[in-house]
């Protein structure tokens, strides 16, 4: 006999199918209903219903059977990741209070590179309106004019590249965040009514459908109850 074979035999069956198997009957008759088409009688209906009762059974089997076999790899899922995260905590505590110390301090050199690469900048271009005045200005025939203008585009040129250079002198480890303050919530109700009203629709759908049943007299809500079948 094959030895894997054997093992394979000797394997525990499936609770899946174990489940599945005793209601293997009413399933497959179950499904024959599906057909599309409405019950047109009260035979058919208490057929249907008894059907359904066993299709409950197996969904709830199959349900307490998935409880079973996945409660033990949760459980220590969850202890594992519990073992983790004490340490986790630690190192990013430890992380947070590294970045709060030097928060401050890059502040503030960010802010004074940032003066440095504008004052830079507006050095460059003063320079270069310079540089094309002079060269402008400068008569062809004259020697000293015209190596005096050269002499300011090199500047010109030079302070540019200086200017370059400021501006990838960055800080590092800073980086830009969006935030928001908001001033007058009336006014930005109105104004994303007029604007997003995808939003506002998606918000009252929302709402309605947690709070109809303890608000059922809200404005512009409609309230009511039906049969219907389970």
């Not at 009957?25 to 009762?53: N, Y």
Request: negative net charge; charged residues 35%; contains cysteine.
């Amino acid at each position: 006999m094959n030895v894997a074979t054997a093992i394979g035999h000797n394997n525990p069956p499936d609770p899946i199918e174990t489940i599945t198997a005793a209601f293997e009957d009413a399933r497959t008759e179950a499904e024959a209903w599906l057909d599309g088409k409405a019950v047109e009688t009260e035979g058919q209906m208490k057929a249907v219903d008894e059907l359904r009762g066993s299709m409950r059974q197996w969904r709830i089997g199959l349900e307490k059977g998935q409880k079973d076999a996945t409660a033990p790899l949760h459980d220590a899922w969850k202890r594992e990741g519990e073992r983790w995260k004490p340490t986790i905590e630690d190192a990013k505590m430890i992380e947070g209070g590294l970045v709060a110390l030097v928060d401050g301090f890059k502040k503030k050199l960010a802010a004074e590179k940032e003066a440095a690469r504008k004052a830079a900048w507006e050095i460059a271009e003063k320079a270069r309106i310079e540089a094309e005045a002079k060269i402008a200005a400068a008569n062809v025939a004259d020697i000293d004019a015209q190596r005096e203008a050269k002499a300011a585009m090199d500047a010109a040129d030079l302070a540019r590249a200086q200017a370059s250079a400021a501006q990838k002198d960055t800080v590092k480890g800073m980086r830009s965040v969006t935030k928001y303050e908001i001033t007058d919530h009336r006014a930005l109700l109105n104004w994303i009514a007029k604007n997003d009203r995808d939003a506002i629709t998606a918000f009252i759908e929302e709402w309605a459908r947690k709070n109809h049943k303890d608000k059922c007299n809200a404005d512009g809500l409609k309230v009511w109850q039906e049969k219907e079948a389970f």
